[in-house]
């Protein structure tokens, strides 16, 4: 099992609806929890980071859920600039600064 | 600020020849990463470096891979002998010590023929 996993999409959504990403995690032990968005073949850029209380930047909102482990991300009213691959990054349980990627979501927003 | 910046940008190069990279980070950050990342992928790491100190390597780097922060301020990462395999993006990262949250250059894309 990895230990961060998301589904890799593509998510095909029409422009200004909402859509939600989940991911998992496997480590119990990790404590930092971030969305990144990388678009096609660019670097990674943080979008945001996931806290304990569920944050909110704008248009975005991310949630954790410990029990559960898994961290969501939702985007409402959908730009077309939207489109990009979001990815979950997870902090190593055992580490204080090595942070583990998925894979990455793609979701493409349609006109 | 300036951001991290990485250099070459692209590099192709043949079967078996060495290649160095090149990584400034943010200037006042002191961790340094690098990770390679193929298509499909979510970046995978390398190495890490606190100030002038690489303080783990990853399992899956193979003796061919080293990489030096020799003043704490920008680092190198060198392949030797290069394979087909090693064609990937080629990232580096900066953060301050405080913080977990990574800021990424623009990455080396590497193809070896």
């Known amino acids: 099992r990895k230990e961060v996993e998301q589904d890799p999409g593509p998510f095909n959504v029409p422009e200004g609806a909402t859509v939600a990403f989940n991911c998992t995690y496997s480590?119990?032990?990790?404590?930092?929890f971030f969305w990144y968005r990388q678009d096609c073949r660019k670097e990674p850029k943080l979008l945001m980071s996931?806290?304990?209380?569920?944050n909110e930047d704008g248009r975005f909102t991310a949630q954790l859920n410990r029990a559960s482990q898994y961290i969501s991300l939702l985007i409402r009213d959908s730009k077309l600039s939207d489109s990009a691959t979001y990815l979950c990054?997870?902090?190593?349980?055992?580490?204080?600064?090595?942070?583990?990627w998925g894979a990455g979501t793609k979701l493409i927003i349609k006109p | 600020d300036t951001g991290v910046s990485q250099d070459p940008r692209h590099k192709i190069t043949k079967r078996g020849q060495n290649v160095t990279f090149r990584c400034d980070p943010i200037?006042?950050?002191?961790?340094l990463y690098w990770y390679r990342q193929t298509l499909g992928q979510g970046p995978e790491f390398l190495t890490y470096?606190?100030?002038?100190?690489?303080?783990?390597k990853s399992r899956l780097l193979s003796d061919r891979f080293s990489a030096e922060r020799p003043k704490g301020s920008f680092s190198t990462l060198e392949i030797q002998r290069t394979e087909q395999g090693d064609s990937a993006m080629y990232l580096c990262?900066?953060?301050?010590?405080?913080?977990?949250?990574?800021?990424f250059g623009p990455g080396t894309r590497l193809t070896v023929t």
């Open positions: 470096f606190q100030n002038e100190a690489q303080l783990e």
């Open positions: 996931v806290y304990s209380s569920g």
């Open positions: 480590n119990s032990a990790s404590q930092s």
């Open positions: 990054v997870v902090q190593r349980g055992d580490s204080n600064y090595q942070l583990i």
């Open positions: 200037s006042e950050h002191n961790r």
């Open positions: 990262a900066s953060s301050p010590t405080s913080f977990y949250e990574q800021y």
